[in-house]
């Protein structure tokens, strides 16, 4: 009885974090995906009540240089309004460092479920490499993603690197190949909000602060 009221206490509590890239080669589509995005946010208000999701959102706008980096909040108009403000940098990708970020960083709220949803337009090697470090760690970013618990949607290119992602049990892997432009933004937002309605989030409690994979001290973090 203590289990089933805990997991009902739980049921439909999410902190989500949506991971854009914001690198140079998103220039022509990011503003594209920032509105479908906000669309959805404030969507969250004008649901069913009684079909009411106790969640947070956030966002990380990244490049290798800077990452943009909101706080969880409740007010859909400000996220929306902070989002709008964030640009993109005319620098490299680092998708991989971004996850790494979100993971140990974020202040994540206990016993809620933990959505990170990445959006990009580059594969592992095509960006941030730093002479094939990235790569060598990225086991590393994998068995890190497990042990945070956390449900990890990405959408992006056919990678390698990032696929893997789909072999763990709450990854899901989207290939987008032609920069979001045939994506469907609406299936993507109904499924991701039947998940969090769905999810329990057991376990996630104790977690805990996990050490980074990567050094990420050239990196500005700028708070949006």
Request: hydrophobic share 40%; with cysteine.
């Amino acid at each position: 009885m203590v289990l089933q009221q805990r997991v009902a206490k739980i049921r439909g509590v999410a902190d989500i974090v949506f991971c854009i890239d914001f690198s140079a080669s998103m220039g022509s589509c990011i503003e594209g995906v920032k509105n479908h995005i906000s669309t959805f946010v404030r969507s969250v208000e004008t649901g069913d009540p009684a079909k009411a999701i106790d969640w947070r959102l956030a966002f990380i706008g990244y490049s290798a240089s800077e990452f943009q980096v909101s706080p969880f909040m409740t007010d859909t108009a400000d996220f929306a309004s902070r989002l709008a403000r964030a640009k993109p940098r005319r620098s490299d990708e680092f998708t991989a460092g971004a996850i790494d970020y979100c993971l140990s960083e974020m202040d994540w709220r206990h016993g809620a479920n933990r959505f990170v949803v990445v959006f990009t337009d580059e594969t592992l090697k095509e960006g941030f490499t730093a002479d094939g470090l990235v790569q060598d760690r990225f086991p590393d970013l994998l068995k890190k993603t497990a042990a945070s618990k956390v449900f990890l949607f990405y959408f992006g290119p056919d990678c390698p690197y990032y696929s893997q992602f789909k072999q763990y049990a709450r990854g899901r892997v989207t290939v987008v190949e032609d920069r979001f432009e045939s994506m469907r933004f609406e299936e993507l937002f109904s499924f991701l909000g039947k998940t969090v309605s769905q999810s329990t989030g057991q376990g996630q409690e104790s977690a805990g602060k996990l050490p980074m994979v990567y050094d990420l001290r050239d990196i500005l973090i700028t708070s949006v």
